[in-house]
């Protein structure tokens, strides 16, 4: 029963993720979106989007990484990719998620870990295609929010165009579609 | 791209997951949990604890089927499950659910709509075991939360044992341990 017991208590652990903030708004939402409600949207939208992966990737392993993809967060907080991913904040990432996944029993938490650093790491087919899902929402919320993060962030256009094109790695298709919307963004005047 | 802008739609509008308030607050949030962070924790649940599963499952089909088990909120809203689930509920949320799986294309939804009403049903090996875990988070959520949603609702022990031994039929040894948690929640007061 003891290790039921550690598993509890890493479930109730990881639900401070659903208390951390980001920077953009669910669409049709007047409040900041939380990290948790963002993981469940990511996988969803990595399994509805699959079929156009350019390389050949397991779906089911790319869910799992977007399951615990944020929970870096609950230590080290959430912080705006456009800012700069820093050496300094992926080390304290990396340490919250070894002290959430050590709640866990018997070295249960290994294989995640292991997960999570090949997401951040973003090399294999199934990272590639996580890190291309991931950066889909927050687009869609400031395409459909009139560019909230971005003004407020004062994010360029060449910073938008640039990280994004992360998308591009996992999915031609799906970035040629999103390029798309972009240009119409700067041409309304949404994206500087 | 017909098909991508599809997808996107869909996942632009399951979005509104996200403002369907449940009954129970997080273990240490101030507020009501929302429907679409529910669903990214008990996926987590279900993966962490499902060594503890006595029938033999599929883990990866689990998690799909928790992925999408409440999208049927976003036109019926939530209801407490205490209250009833009432045929006339159920029947709005799968009109719902049809609704938003009919906005993927090429039929890809189909199979989601035959994976949401295996949950519903609750016969199936996966089903059984995601129908127990769905139920444990609000439970940690009353015993971490000085048992406040079963106070604010009414809701006496008699059916807080009686519904969640629903846990028992996915898995005795987890529901040992919670029925335990329980029985002290009794004497310690918080549920009558
Ligand atoms: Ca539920």
Tied chains: 1, 2.
Excluded at 22 to 44: D, F, G
Excluded at 145 to 155: P, T
Excluded at 181 to 190: H, I, P, Q, R, Y
Aim: proline share 4%.
């Amino acid at each position: 029963m003891e290790k039921i017991e550690s598993v509890l208590s890493f479930i109730v652990e990881i639900e401070k993720l659903k208390g951390v903030l980001r920077k953009t708004r669910p669409c049709a939402l007047p409040r900041y979106e939380n990290s948790a409600e963002h993981s469940w949207h990511v996988c969803l939208c990595a399994l509805m989007l699959k079929d156009f992966a350019d390389d050949t990737i397991d779906i089911d392993r790319v869910i799992r990484m977007l399951l615990i993809h944020d929970l870096g967060e609950i230590d080290a907080g959430d912080t705006i990719i456009y800012a700069s991913e820093t050496a300094e904040n992926k080390a304290k990432e990396e340490a919250g998620v070894k002290r959430l996944l050590g709640l866990l029993p018997d070295g249960q938490g290994d294989e995640y870990l292991v997960l999570w650093q090949e997401f951040e790491l973003g090399e294999t087919p199934d990272a590639i295609y996580a890190r291309a899902i991931d950066r889909i929402p927050p687009l869609l919320h400031n395409l459909h929010g009139d560019g909230h993060s971005w003004r407020d962030n004062n994010v360029p256009k060449e910073k938008v165009f640039g990280l994004n094109s992360r998308i591009e790695k996992g999915s031609k298709d799906i970035w040629r579609v999103l390029k798309g919307k972009l240009e119409e963004a700067v041409d309304a005047g949404l994206l500087n």
